[in-house]
């Protein structure tokens, strides 16, 4: 007979710890870092994310989420067991008021407006330094592009707080904007060495910021990512990013009724501007459902799906790809995904750039503009796609 259990009132790190998870504590114990026994990522920490006062994990890497019940029966690999593990375990406490207390209050995210007037503000603050305007100008971003979307270096933390002093004094509200925080009296912002990328709605304003960390650093925290959010989640008066989606718009559009989905910002605001169409840059395959809302959000017909070629025999990509692909026609938007020789380049913005014209001239809307009812291969005589792969919308 089955045993009853009220997750609600099981500690999630106590059954994390039975389980012999190792944890690290991230954003001031408001999560626990561990691997992933789903995809086994290899990253220092783990990409899977635990969260004590809710009950819950979600893994960053490959989107594989559940609650306590759901790890015990993953890794036990028998549900009795996992219920006699849980139930051994029981709490005359709840969870949640034991870990709510660990981490400060988050403030929560002030309105787009606000937002963006203040990260204008802040950007106008800040200078582009030559090495990052030459790793830009080697992706292929021009300099009008580096103005127009307003790529800035970061600063060293000694100078946040003169910075945010300024802001202040200028009347700009800090409290509730993503990656500032008060710290010893004084408001600071996150910050590593880098530069940033704003990462916009689909009216232009500036929802967060990205950094695009430097090599140098990158080679030293092997545990960091190359893009990393400007948060200040699990720090005094701190406001997480919640991870946008990017809407990046060329500066002269030529096909309309049609935006393309991939991955990262920069990468969608190169590709958008030589492709001349919308781009939704996401930060994670993982984020499949947040493309397929701002793609329904934009109230375009056709949404094709650019992913990087790495993809390649990565199971959890092409299950993320795959996701977003049925939640897109679900929706009743035309999709299927776009393809290239892996030795063209990773990435669309790395094929765009290389092969504009010849790239431009097979994607262009008039080649699908009518829903297909089959599932055509279409082999290109250019060598840079690798195929085209048209899905069902219905």
């Not at 045993?3 to 012999?20: G, P, R, Y």
């Not at 049609?258 to 930060?283: M, R, V, W």
């Amino acid at each position: 007979m089955a045993t009853s259990v009220d997750f609600d009132q099981v500690d999630i790190l106590d059954i994390a710890q039975e389980l012999n998870l190792k944890l690290h504590p991230a954003q001031g114990g408001k999560h626990y870092l561990t691997h992933c026994w789903m995809c086994g990522d290899k990253s220092r920490h783990g990409k899977l994310a635990i969260s004590p006062a809710k009950g819950v994990f979600r893994c960053a890497k490959c989107d594989y989420r559940g609650n306590v019940y759901t790890m015990a029966n993953d890794i036990l690999g028998d549900k009795d067991k996992a219920l006699e593990l849980l139930a051994g375990k029981k709490l005359d406490y709840l969870p949640q008021q034991k870990y709510k207390r660990l981490a400060p209050e988050e403030t929560p995210i002030a309105p787009i407006n606000i937002r963006d007037a203040v990260y204008n503000a802040f950007l106008s603050k800040l200078v582009l330094y030559p090495a990052h305007r030459k790793i830009l100008y080697k992706r292929g971003v021009t300099e009008e592009m580096i103005e127009r979307k307003g790529y800035k270096s970061t600063l060293h933390m000694d100078s946040t707080q003169g910075l945010c002093r300024r802001l202040l004094m200028d009347g700009y509200p800090l409290q509730g904007i993503p990656g500032f925080y008060e710290k010893d009296g004084n408001w600071v912002f996150m910050t590593l060495p880098g530069f940033l990328i704003p990462v916009r709605d689909k009216k232009n304003r500036i929802q967060g910021l990205q950094i695009r960390v430097d090599e140098a650093v990158l080679k030293k925290k092997t545990d960091l990512a190359k893009y990393v959010w400007q948060s200040s989640s699990g720090k005094k008066n701190g406001t997480s990013s919640g991870s946008p989606v990017h809407i990046a718009r060329p500066s002269k559009p030529t096909m309309q009724d049609i935006c393309y989905i991939t991955e990262g910002p920069l990468k969608a605001d190169i590709a958008a501007e030589y492709l001349g169409s919308t781009f939704i840059g996401i930060a994670g395959v993982g984020l499949y459902r947040q493309a397929v809302e701002a793609v329904k959000d934009l109230g375009v017909t056709t949404a094709p799906v650019l992913f990087d070629m790495d993809k390649i025999g990565n199971k959890e990509v092409k299950k993320a790809e795959n996701n977003l692909l049925e939640g897109l026609r679900e929706s009743g938007i035309q999709t299927f995904t776009i393809e290239w020789n892996p030795a063209a380049g990773k990435g669309i913005d790395d094929v765009i750039v290389a092969h504009g014209p010849k790239f431009r001239e097979m994607v262009m809307v008039e080649n699908y503009a009518k829903p297909q009812k089959q599932q055509p291969q279409i082999q290109s005589t250019f060598s840079i796609l690798r195929k085209w792969k048209l899905l069902k919308t219905s």
